[in-house]
């Protein structure tokens, strides 16, 4: 869609534009990619090696942050100034992504651990049609509206449930200092991306205002930009943290130095 709306083959047009490009961000974006890769490092690493694991994984999309938009410009260049060249490029690696992951990329839970989780879906899914059969079919319109409300609020709280186990139990001592650390944790990560997903688009847009940027240039600044915070992760965390555990003891249960610094 977006690859049309920005063709020759149509005039102008702003909303198929914007159309196309939240079509991605309403089916999670990058944000999805990154929970699922997180999950499946959880899944496959050590309790010890997860950090450094997800720090590697996180320099890498970056990385791809950095080298995406600056293959665009040259891509750009290379097709005679046609802007739809690195969108028909990004198209061809979506697909390559969704067949490497559909075809080589294993799952990581044992057979015991599959069907346990598909006997509480189905205990689930039977409790929910049960709670939607006890309607009676000459009931009134206001039971069945009143029912129907009911379901579907039963609905959207057993897809929510998940969220259930960030509100941690307290300790056997009675501490709930485990709750509020993945509470904390949760509300500083909701506001740096708040902050990081804003702040881009804004310099991009100064940028394109204020120095006259076009494609190339600003995927030239945002491969550097991303090519940054890759090297951060890759290269400044895992030293600082290395050296952090010299003078400071890591916490499981709760926040540390380390966690702060």
């Known amino acids: 869609i977006q ?3 920005l063709s020759s083959a149509v005039t102008y047009h702003k909303w198929g ?3 196309g490009a ?3 961000p309403f089916s999670g974006g990058i944000l999805a990619l990154l929970a699922n890769g997180n999950s499946y490092i959880a899944d496959v690493s050590n309790p010890e090696h997860r950090a450094i ?6 320099s890498a999309i970056y990385a791809s942050f950095g080298g995406g938009p600056m293959l665009s410009g040259f891509l750009i ?3 005679n100034g046609n802007n739809a ?3 028909y490029f990004s198209l061809l690696s979506g697909a390559l992504s969704a067949i490497l992951c559909m075809t080589i990329v294993k799952e990581p839970r044992h057979e015991e651990a599959l069907r346990l989780s598909h006997s509480n879906f189905m205990e689930r899914k039977d409790s929910l049609s049960s709670s939607r059969s006890q309607v009676k079919a000459d009931a009134s319109l206001f039971t069945i509206t009143k029912e129907t409300l009911k379901l579907s609020f039963l609905q959207t709280m057993d897809i929510l449930s998940p ?3 960030l509100w941690l139990k307290p300790t056997a001592s009675g501490s709930l200092i485990p709750r509020y650390t993945v509470v904390l944790l949760l509300i500083i990560d909701v506001l740096f991306l708040c902050m990081t997903s804003a702040s881009m688009s804004t310099i991009v847009l100064y940028a394109t205002y204020k120095f006259d940027w076009r494609a190339v240039k600003l ?3 945002i491969s550097i930009a991303g090519l940054g915070k890759a090297a951060v992760l890759m290269l400044l965390s895992p030293i600082l943290l290395c050296l952090l555990k010299k003078f400071y003891k890591s916490l499981d249960n709760s926040i540390d130095q380390i966690d702060i610094f």
């Open 77 to 79: 260049k290379a097709f």
């Open 219 to 221: 995927g030239y600044f």
């Open 53 to 58: 694991s997800m720090s590697i994984m996180m």
């Open 17 to 19: 534009i914007i159309f």
């Open 163 to 165: 969220v259930q186990k």
């Open 22 to 24: 939240s079509i991605s």
């Open 3 to 5: 690859i049309y709306s």
């Open 85 to 87: 060249a690195p969108m």
